[in-house]
């Protein structure tokens, strides 16, 4: 029997150590980063007194982004992630999404058997790539300058790379660094966080201009990293572009999509 509770200060431990079985390049969930971004969105299931999964999912104006879920080895396969999942969508549409999307590796068959049975779908392909500084350093730039975009031009760089409304104010509030090349339209954005150490988004209209979004992060990185991760969504030839130029695939995703209406 499962029971499902919102997350509290006490399960930072277990969800730190519950996310490396995503298997991601992200670093480990430090409290800071617990009580800052992931608390206050995070359930819990639990089975006979054990915690035995949990599920991150945030509202971004009408759209439910879920950011992970994962069920414990031991706990597979008794339907923990379903009604998570179950949990997730009845939060996020009380929050008034209609619609909520995620990311997935290519070859994680189980959780896209589990979002194809919720009615999501493939909407787009991405890549977490990896790049030494001294390849990234070694690019050619474009003859722009990079800036940092200000609220009022938010909504123009999200509908030019097709992201969430409100994606950047939200990561600016979480103290990303945010930097953007114009010529004069949007021709590339990159959302910083150097605890990552990476960008995500990356998007660039031309190898150039990603060699000038990497002459921007230079400046704001820290020093002992000798790589920048780099997720580049809905892109084929940017990411071949990087990959040409030396930059390691590190993880191969989909961005799956699907109305939340409908469900239960
Ligand atoms: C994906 C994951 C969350 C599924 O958790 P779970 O609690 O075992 O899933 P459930 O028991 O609720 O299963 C729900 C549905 O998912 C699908 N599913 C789950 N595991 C599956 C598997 N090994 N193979 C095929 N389908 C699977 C099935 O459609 C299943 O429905 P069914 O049991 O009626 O056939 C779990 O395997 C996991 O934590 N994996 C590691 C972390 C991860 O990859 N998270 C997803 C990141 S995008």
């Not at 787009?124 to 474009?142: H, Q």
């Not at 090349?181 to 150490?197: E, N, Q, W």
Request: hydrophobic share 45%.
């Amino acid at each position: 029997m499962v029971t499902l509770r919102p997350a509290g200060p006490e399960d930072h431990a277990f969800v730190a150590s519950a996310s490396v079985l995503l298997g991601t390049d992200d670093p480990v969930l430090t409290p800071e980063k617990w009580r800052r971004e992931f608390e206050a969105h995070t359930t819990i299931a639990e089975a006979a007194g054990t915690r035995v999964g949990y599920v991150f999912a945030q509202a971004m104006g009408d759209v439910g982004h879920l950011k992970h879920i994962v069920t414990m080895p031991q706990a597979r396969r008794r339907g923990v992630a379903r009604a998570l999942m179950r949990a997730a969508a009845s939060r996020l549409r009380d929050a008034g999404c209609a619609e909520w999307m995620l990311n997935v590796k290519v070859e994680n068959s189980a959780a896209k058997a589990l979002y194809e049975s919720l009615g999501m779908g493939f909407s787009y392909a991405s890549c977490v790539l990896r790049l030494e500084w001294s390849r990234a350093l070694a690019l050619p730039a474009a003859g722009l300058d990079a800036f940092e975009p200000k609220e009022g031009d938010d909504a123009a760089l999200e509908e030019a790379f097709k992201l969430p409304d409100g994606l950047l104010r939200e990561r600016r509030k979480l103290g990303r660094v945010l930097l953007a090349v114009s010529d004069p339209a949007p021709a590339g954005l990159a959302v910083f966080d150097p605890a990552f150490p990476g960008a995500f988004p990356f998007q660039a209209r031309s190898l150039c201009v990603a060699g000038t979004l990497l002459r921007a992060i230079d400046e704001t990185r820290r020093r002992e990293d000798p790589f920048v991760n780099l997720v580049v969504e809905r892109d084929a030839r940017l990411i071949d572009a990087l990959i040409e130029a030396g930059a390691e695939p590190r993880i191969r995703l989909e961005h799956w999509r699907g109305p939340l209406q409908a469900l239960w």
